[in-house]
């Protein structure tokens, strides 16, 4: 199956290869986030006309290109930015940081952090201010200090801790290298293809895997399509791991947009007097009713963006610049010459 994006993007600490290949001007990355552009820019919202009523009819029309992660986060993922920030943290154990499957605890006077075996490579779950930190701590280049996390791509300033109604910063601020998926961008990373009717012509589909029947809910080996609605069938463990059904892409590559946990966004609930909550996307893990949860006309849930139960995150980014990778590229050159001259 071939999409439309060829630009992938996996880095990890020691990913200079990966780096040279590909370019960023700030080459500190996430271990392992792999990273899809989304093309088409000014592609045309969904208009279905089945669904009149839908609330995110005329949404979805993005005028740039951007990246987004392949999958929702994961434990050995979000474990470095908890080990960068819990030493700044308020509570180095609340479980909104710390997520799924890790462990925290202070050994000789320093704090330790661990993802628990059985949940290696799991989708972690946060509330949206702590994924608002990881942006900034991204955006920053993962400078280990306290300002890092609390500006560049949102002014944590906002965020007040007496709400609702919320100050929450509304949308990332301009300049943002990193930043939390609007809801236009995360609608058409899921469901919009350029080729949807054959090659050039461009539409939408209702389920967020190249399709508009919905996924079946099944472990991998027994046919399965998604994980959505597994913990009510077998409980917690591996099946939450992220990146288990491969063949379930959207047009641009995305994985799991189906399970693992609903997706934050951007977007205020705008049906609340206030702002209350933040819509997410998406469905999840244990979730009942994930064949509605799935299809681009449902309107899926909000909630508090003090809120981490059973939510996570998908990262969006900027699409690095051709001038980055060329110098990074020679630097890398000229410091692995230098090294073999020594």
Not at 103 to 131: C, D, F, K, M, P
Not at 147 to 158: I, K, L, P, Q, V
Not at 268 to 277: E, T
Not at 291 to 318: F, Q
Request: aromatic share 14%.
């Amino acid at each position: 199956m071939s999409y439309r994006t060829k630009n992938v993007l996996v880095v990890g600490i020691a990913g200079v290869a990966a780096l040279v290949g590909a370019a960023s001007p700030t080459p500190a990355q996430v271990s392992s986030i792999t990273w899809h552009e989304v093309g088409d820019p000014g592609n045309e919202a969904w208009d279905d006309p089945r669904y009149p009523n839908a609330r995110f009819r005329g949404r979805g029309s993005v005028g740039y290109a951007y990246r987004m992660s392949e999958t929702e986060l994961t434990t050995n993922q979000w474990i470095e930015f908890v080990r960068a920030y819990g030493p700044y943290a308020q509570n180095p154990f609340d479980l909104d940081l710390i997520g799924i499957g890790i462990s925290g605890r202070y050994v000789g006077g320093e704090l330790v952090y661990t993802v628990n075996q059985a949940h290696e490579g799991v989708a972690t779950i946060t509330n949206w201010r702590y994924a608002a930190r990881f942006c900034n701590w991204m955006h920053n280049g993962q400078v280990n200090e306290a300002w890092a996390f609390e500006r560049g791509a949102y002014d944590t300033s906002t965020f007040n801790d007496d709400g609702p109604p919320f100050t929450d910063q509304d949308t990332r601020s301009p300049g943002a290298k990193y930043w939390i998926p609007s809801m236009d961008e995360w609608m058409k990373a899921a469901y919009y293809d350029p080729d949807r009717y054959g090659e050039g012509q461009a539409g939408w589909w209702d389920q967020p895997n190249r399709s508009n029947e919905p996924l079946i809910s099944a472990l991998p080996e027994d046919g399965g399509q998604t994980n959505a609605d597994l913990n009510n069938k077998f409980g917690w463990g591996p099946h939450l791991r992220a990146g288990q059904y491969p063949d379930e892409q959207s047009p641009w590559g995305l994985l799991d947009l189906s399970g693992g946990w609903y997706e934050w966004t951007e977007e205020w609930n705008s049906l609340n007097s206030g702002d209350y909550d933040r819509y997410t996307k998406g469905s999840s893990f244990d979730d009942w009713d994930w064949s509605v949860a799935d299809a681009i006309y449902y309107g899926n849930n909000s909630a508090s963006p003090e809120t981490a139960s059973g939510l996570g995150v998908r990262i969006a980014s900027s699409i690095p610049s051709p001038g980055g990778t060329a110098a990074f590229a020679i630097f890398a050159v000229c410091f692995a010459r230098k090294r073999r001259r020594r």
